[in-house]
């Protein structure tokens, strides 16, 4: 059984580029594949403007800003719902920032292309629960995985940054 990648385009400030989507599944599958998921998983991802994920970043973080891109892990502790319909394991959301995707493009000279692949790789993550807020260890090997998986994916860092 396949995984599952439901995408959905809810904004207008941003063109979604041909192709874009097919990238997003295979960031998502590199990443279940990278970490040895077990069974079928279901993903749901949403393009949204700036206006959109600043008031999602509001009501769930208390950050009154838009941010490049928001998880909302489904899992708790490596237990997942599963979905009636397909038997898929219901990771969760990422919800991206295509205005933001394209500012980050443009200010670290790549296509978005690339950048929501990235972003797609991070969220990933964190719906399998990895984390990066406190820093130390977990985010270096929050990171780790990232670089691993990118590689894979033949789209590697040419730049550090941090978020």
Do not use: W
């Amino acid at each position: 059984m396949s995984n599952k990648v439901l995408i959905a385009n809810e904004q207008k400030a941003v063109k979604v580029p041909s192709g874009l989507r097919i990238l997003i599944r295979r960031a998502c599958n590199a990443v279940l594949e990278y970490e040895h998921f077990e069974g079928a998983a279901e993903i749901s991802v949403t393009f949204v403007d700036n206006a959109a994920i600043a008031e999602l970043n509001n009501q769930y973080r208390a950050k009154p800003m838009p941010t490049d891109v928001l998880s909302f892990p489904l899992g708790v502790d490596g237990k997942y719902d599963i979905d009636e319909n397909n038997g898929c394991k219901m990771l969760g959301d990422i919800v991206i920032s295509m205005e933001r995707a394209l500012e980050q493009a443009n200010l670290y000279g790549h296509t978005l292309q690339r950048e929501v692949p990235l972003l797609t790789v991070h969220s990933m993550l964190h719906l399998l629960g990895y984390d990066h807020e406190n820093g130390g260890l977990e985010a270096v090997r929050m990171r780790e995985r990232e670089e691993a998986v990118l590689q894979q994916l033949g789209l590697p860092r040419t730049v550090s940054y941090t978020e």
